[in-house]
């Protein structure tokens, strides 16, 4: 298997679980115990340079460029930002919209959000961050799947 295909494997496996475990999972994504991931990921320069990689990457992605090409990039790349530094422990406050409500009336599909996933894990690599913490990052991330995919 693919290294790729492996992290989509695991994200897809986060988001099968079952509403209350998942439910679990996300509040413990929100308050980590420690900051072990955020310094993995580099601290906050590590992650604002996986975001500076990766917004642009998203507006000119073939797949999901049109769900980007009106969007303010400086405040998307704020918001990503903050809650990759929240999830990953790192002591920052997601100042953005709840999740639903963020993506409500986009049709976002499961394909969508797994191409979204695949240029996320693109701009880690080109940053150099380890498989491993790659993964926990998407672990982390992965709850939100329930408010962001809206077409089923």
């Given at each position: 298997?693919?290294?790729?295909?492996?992290?989509?494997?695991?994200?897809?496996?986060?988001?099968?679980?079952?509403?209350?475990?998942?439910?679990s999972?996300?509040?413990?994504?929100?308050?980590?115990?420690?900051?072990?991931?955020?310094?993995?990921?580099?601290?906050?320069?590590?992650?604002?340079?996986?975001?500076?990689?990766?917004?642009?990457?998203?507006?000119?992605?073939p797949?999901?460029?049109?769900?980007?090409?009106?969007?303010?990039?400086?405040?998307?790349?704020?918001?990503?930002?903050?809650?990759?530094?929240?999830?990953?422990?790192?002591?920052?406050?997601?100042?953005?919209?709840?999740?639903?409500?963020?993506?409500?009336?986009?049709?976002?599909?499961?394909?969508?959000?797994?191409?979204?996933?695949?240029?996320?894990?693109?701009?880690?690599?080109?940053r150099?961050?380890?498989?491993?913490?790659?993964?926990?990052?998407?672990?982390?991330?992965?709850?939100?799947?329930?408010?962001?995919?809206?077409d089923?």
């Amino acid at each position: 298997m693919t290294r790729p295909f492996l992290a989509l494997a695991a994200l897809a496996i986060a988001c099968a679980l079952p509403p209350a475990l998942a439910q679990s999972v996300a509040g413990a994504a929100s308050a980590p115990a420690d900051d072990t991931l955020f310094r993995d990921l580099g601290g906050r320069a590590g992650i604002d340079a996986i975001v500076g990689d990766f917004v642009p990457r998203l507006a000119t992605d073939p797949r999901l460029g049109e769900f980007f090409k009106n969007s303010n990039r400086a405040h998307l790349e704020q918001m990503l930002a903050e809650q990759f530094c929240a999830v990953a422990g790192g002591g920052c406050r997601y100042s953005g919209l709840p999740m639903a409500q963020a993506h409500r009336d986009m049709d976002i599909s499961k394909g969508d959000f797994n191409a979204l996933v695949e240029v996320l894990q693109a701009s880690m690599e080109a940053r150099h961050v380890p498989f491993a913490t790659q993964n926990r990052l998407l672990a982390r991330l992965a709850p939100m799947h329930r408010d962001i995919v809206t077409d089923h």
